[in-house]
């Protein structure tokens, strides 16, 4: 079984080449997903960063866009709360790896962030995905229901995007790399190719 991981800046659009392969039948490890999951319904993890993170306190949830608020603000809560999430992701991974290893999966994909950047997951191959800043940043702008306080979100990008590889760095720890800088159908056709290499590559 292979395991491909994902790397892309911030609004690179790795959610959406994950979710390409996923209807390509490929399993699919989402940590946003399950990070998310765990900041509604994982009463361990809530009560840990309701311990570290005061303001959450008394609260039965925590709220990921506060919480982030609180990260760009505090960089240095980012260790904090890594070391709260990380081991439950991992004990997740190792999981889902067991279950599709039990399954015969030949290929499964990982979409966490920060991937190449904190080199927590042995992966066998590495997708690059490669998205113009710009295009990026108005992406992600776009995630927003109102466009008030655009410098501050733009902050905000720049905070996380620096959290990153440059896209240069990230072209040179990569096996094959996509291209998001056009519209959908373009990038399910560079999926769909990539695709039909790695099944040709479990074949040999």
């Known amino acids: 079984m292979q ?107 990982l979409n966490i962030p920060l991937l190449l950047e904190k080199n927590h997951y042995q992966t066998d191959k590495i997708i690059a995905v490669i998205t113009d800043k710009n295009i990026r940043l108005n992406r992600y702008l776009s995630r927003f229901a109102t466009q008030d306080n655009v410098d501050k979100k733009i902050q905000k990008f720049e905070f996380f995007n620096n959290l990153q590889l440059t896209d240069e760095q990230r072209l040179k720890n990569c096996d094959f790399v996509i291209y998001n800088n056009s519209d959908v159908e373009a990038l399910k056709l560079q999926v769909q190719e990539l695709f039909s290499k790695l099944n040709l590559a479990k074949n040999e």
């Open 3 to 109: 395991i491909i991981g994902l790397s892309g800046g911030i609004a690179s659009g790795k959610n959406a080449v994950a979710k390409i392969f996923e209807n390509f039948g490929v399993p699919v490890f989402d940590a946003d997903f399950l990070v998310h999951d765990f900041y509604e319904n994982n009463p361990k993890i809530i009560a840990q960063i309701q311990e570290n993170f005061s303001i959450f306190q008394g609260k039965n949830f925590i709220d990921r866009k506060l919480l982030s608020e609180i990260i760009s603000n505090e960089p240095a809560k980012i260790k904090v709360l890594e070391q709260i999430i990380h081991p439950e992701i991992k004990n997740k991974f190792d999981e889902f790896v067991k279950i599709n290893q039990q399954k015969n999966s030949p290929l499964i994909l």
